[in-house]
């Protein structure tokens, strides 16, 4: 490659990180994709919020504790939209599989 082939490559290089860097300037800055999605403090009632801090505190304890069970479920179904304009659970849940308890 020759001098005057080198420099007209190094010159839109170089302009061309110019402009990328004057319109990355210019642009309005965004809120973060994941911050705008966060429920405020208020949003979520102060007793679910404790609960669900007791049960995090908790840690693996919490798996054997059923009102952390229900509390999930709840959560779980309100997360995902399943509760009837009545307020009971469109998805009835079913009875616990003994053989998932059993030991074998």
Not at 49 to 56: G, P, S, T, V
Not at 70 to 77: E, G, M, P, V
Not at 78 to 97: C, H, Q, T, Y
Request: hydrophobic share 40%; with cysteine.
């Amino acid at each position: 490659m020759d001098g005057k082939t080198l420099a007209r490559t190094v010159a839109v290089i170089f302009v061309a990180t110019v402009t990328a860097a004057a319109l990355g300037m210019s642009r309005k800055e965004n809120k973060p994709a994941g911050e705008g999605a966060r429920t405020s403090a208020g949003s979520m009632p102060n007793l679910l919020r404790d609960d669900l801090r007791r049960c995090q505190v908790l840690g693996e304890a919490a798996l054997r504790d059923d009102g952390c069970a229900r509390l999930w479920a709840a959560q779980r179904d309100r997360f995902l939209g399943l509760k009837a304009p009545s307020g009971r659970s469109i998805v009835e849940p079913d009875a616990p599989d003994a053989a998932l308890r059993e030991a074998p």
